[in-house]
């Protein structure tokens, strides 16, 4: 019996327990210099618009599999007559690489004001931030 316990036992040191996968971690901002600047209002000019954006970083050396990882993105932004317009998109992270960057179209006819950013991968909800955008403050003379 003692045996028998004895191989039980050395045989569950082998084992080890493989909790969930690290989460990936998502910002939106603004890309600046290759970084993101988590600003939360935000300059607009129709002369050179600020690339607004969200960066998703999977954890090094994260055990991605043979499939892509496929991230969900949400813009809900002011529309015509005081609606709410909403803007949905999938990306697949790039073979090989662990960092995504999307910079968010911006047309000179989209209004300003609050937009709403969400950023979700399968079920989780990585990034849910708003942003106030408004016109640039004039500059004295």
């Given at each position: 019996?003692?045996?028998?316990?004895?191989?039980?036992?050395?045989?569950?040191?082998?084992?080890?327990?493989?909790?969930?996968?690290?989460?990936?971690?998502?910002?939106?901002?603004?890309?600046?210099?290759?970084?993101?600047?988590r600003l939360s209002r935000v300059e607009v000019s129709s002369v050179k618009p600020p690339k607004i954006g969200f960066r998703v970083e999977f954890p090094e050396g994260a055990h991605l599999?043979?499939?892509?990882?496929?991230?969900?993105?949400?813009?809900?932004?002011?529309?015509?007559?005081?609606?709410?317009?909403?803007?949905?998109?999938?990306?697949?992270?790039?073979?090989?690489?662990?960092?995504?960057?999307?910079?968010?179209?911006?047309?000179?006819?989209?209004?300003?004001?609050?937009?709403?950013?969400?950023?979700?991968?399968?079920?989780?909800?990585?990034?849910?931030?708003?942003?106030?955008?408004?016109?640039?403050?004039?500059?004295?003379?």
């Amino acid at each position: 019996m003692r045996l028998y316990q004895y191989l039980l036992g050395f045989s569950l040191l082998g084992c080890t327990a493989q909790g969930p996968p690290p989460s990936p971690k998502a910002e939106v901002g603004v890309f600046f210099g290759g970084q993101i600047q988590r600003l939360s209002r935000v300059e607009v000019s129709s002369v050179k618009p600020p690339k607004i954006g969200f960066r998703v970083e999977f954890p090094e050396g994260a055990h991605l599999g043979a499939l892509r990882p496929e991230i969900s993105y949400e813009i809900v932004r002011p529309g015509p007559s005081g609606r709410r317009v909403t803007h949905k998109g999938k990306l697949l992270l790039p073979e090989g690489e662990t960092q995504l960057d999307h910079v968010l179209p911006f047309d000179a006819s989209y209004k300003l004001g609050v937009w709403n950013v969400r950023v979700v991968h399968g079920e989780q909800i990585l990034a849910d931030r708003a942003l106030y955008l408004v016109p640039p403050r004039p500059s004295s003379p």
